[in-house]
């Protein structure tokens, strides 16, 4: 069975830093991409960053780029995402994602205080 698993969310001021973990399971981890997606409250949920495993690409929506980064630790089969100069209207709920296998994990949520 496919699993993922966030974790690392919280409540953190503007300007602040996090850094969110989600833990793969289930299927051959370095072969597959994994994306993050966010939800905030009353919004679409919106793909924000995407690594893929088998050669390390990333990929970053513009809202993001440049302060949050992706990586990815094989050994582990967890992809983080660093999150730095947060902003309030980065608060949301933050999902991992197998575009492959199509599977979600139950998110963990982000609040940014102003």
């Known amino acids: 069975e496919v699993q993922l698993v966030e974790s690392g969310g919280g409540l953190v001021q503007a300007g602040g830093s996090l850094r969110l973990s989600c833990v793969a399971s289930?299927?051959?981890?370095?072969?597959?991409?994994i994306a993050w997606f966010r939800q905030a409250p009353g919004k679409e949920r919106e793909g924000i960053s995407c690594?893929?495993?088998?050669?390390?690409?990333?990929y970053y929506e513009d809202s993001v780029k440049g302060r949050f980064t992706i990586s990815s630790d094989i050994a582990k089969r967890t992809v983080y995402l660093q999150m730095n100069s947060v902003k309030p209207e980065d608060t949301a709920v933050y999902y991992c994602?197998?575009?492959?296998?199509?599977?979600w994990g139950r998110g963990t949520q982000v609040t940014v205080s102003s």
């Open positions: 994602f197998s575009p492959t296998w199509r599977a």
């Open positions: 690594i893929y495993n088998s050669d390390g690409t990333t």
């Open positions: 289930g299927f051959t981890f370095d072969d597959y991409a």
